[in-house]
């Protein structure tokens, strides 16, 4: 059984690059990075029977992704899940990072998922 699917899906990303001037020269890194995305079922659009209380819901959610690195050993990261229809954020990952140059690390984390979870981690590691 096959499923058909009619759907067009569409993204932006936005970057920030910073160039740091070195004894060798130049160096470039990516600084910030945001990202949206979301999907278009053209078949869900056009569908003709509608149950009663429902209504058609032809767009997904928008899926959000952020990475921030200011400094070196310093970054923080998002994906987030937004729904259009409930207005509301179902999804939220958070991760912020600090580490050295011998490779250690601390990270705080937190997930939420709507009705799900929603936890805080701390992560340490050492080499």
Same mark, same amino acid.
């Given at each position: ?5 009619? *759907? ?19 160096? =470039?890194?990516?600084? %910030?990075? %945001?990202?949206?995305?979301?999907? =278009? @079922?053209?078949? /869900? *659009? @056009? ?12 767009? *997904?959610?928008? @899926?959000? /992704? ?6 070196? =050993? ?10 259009? =229809?409930? !207005? !509301?954020? !179902? ?6 990072? %600090? *580490? ?14 709507? @009705?799900? #979870? /929603? /936890?805080?981690?701390? #992560?340490?590691?050492?080499?």
């Amino acid at each position: 059984m096959t499923s058909d699917q009619n *759907s067009v899906t569409y993204a932006i990303t936005n970057t920030i690059m910073a160039r740091y001037k070195e004894k060798g020269g130049k160096r =470039y890194a990516e600084i %910030l990075r %945001l990202k949206l995305a979301q999907t =278009y @079922n053209i078949k /869900e *659009s @056009n569908r003709d029977a509608i149950a009663d209380g429902t209504s058609r819901r032809p767009l *997904s959610d928008i @899926n959000v /992704e952020l990475d921030f690195k200011p400094v070196p =050993y310093l970054s923080f990261a998002a994906r987030n899940i937004f729904s259009v =229809y409930n !207005t !509301t954020w !179902t999804q939220a990952n958070y991760d912020l990072g %600090l *580490s050295d140059t011998r490779g250690d690390a601390a990270i705080v984390t937190y997930r939420y998922t709507q @009705n799900t #979870i /929603e /936890e805080t981690n701390l #992560i340490l590691k050492g080499r």
